[in-house]
């Protein structure tokens, strides 16, 4: 069983940047492909960003691409997202995810997920 944490969510002005890290456990981060997505009020959930395990390719939603940066550091098992020049339409809860297998932008191809943290992108 895989468990995902997150942190770094928070309040920051349009413009800024944030990073969010999401931590693993039960399994080792290198063997899954690692993704993140968002959900903000009344909205359906989105594809953010994902890093595929077998090819180490990244990628991102159109809406975000040039502007976030999906990383993995093995040795801490963790995955973190870089979210720069955030803008008030970034504003939801972001969550991590991971699979097995190539990367995806369905997240009903996900088998793991985090609770998710609040990001608010104030303008």
């Known amino acids: 069983q895989v468990q995902l944490v997150e942190s770094g969510g928070g309040l920051v002005q349009a413009g800024g940047s944030l990073r969010l890290s999401c931590a693993a456990s039960?399994?080792?981060?290198?063997?899954?492909?690692m993704a993140w997505f968002r959900q903000a009020p009344g909205k359906e959930r989105e594809f953010v960003a994902a890093?595929?395990?077998?090819?180490?390719?990244?990628y991102y939603a159109d809406s975000v691409n040039g502007r976030f940066t999906i990383s993995r550091d093995d040795a801490k098992n963790t995955v973190a997202l870089q979210m720069n020049r955030l803008k008030s339409d970034d504003t939801a809860v972001y969550y991590c995810?991971?699979?097995?297998?190539?990367?995806?932008?369905?997240?009903?191809?996900?088998?793991?997920w985090g609770q998710g943290t609040q990001v608010t992108a104030s303008s």
């Open positions: 995810a991971a699979r097995s297998g190539l990367a995806r932008n369905d997240g009903r191809m996900y088998d793991y």
């Open positions: 890093n595929s395990a077998n090819t180490g390719n990244s």
């Open positions: 039960g399994r080792a981060v290198s063997t899954l492909t």
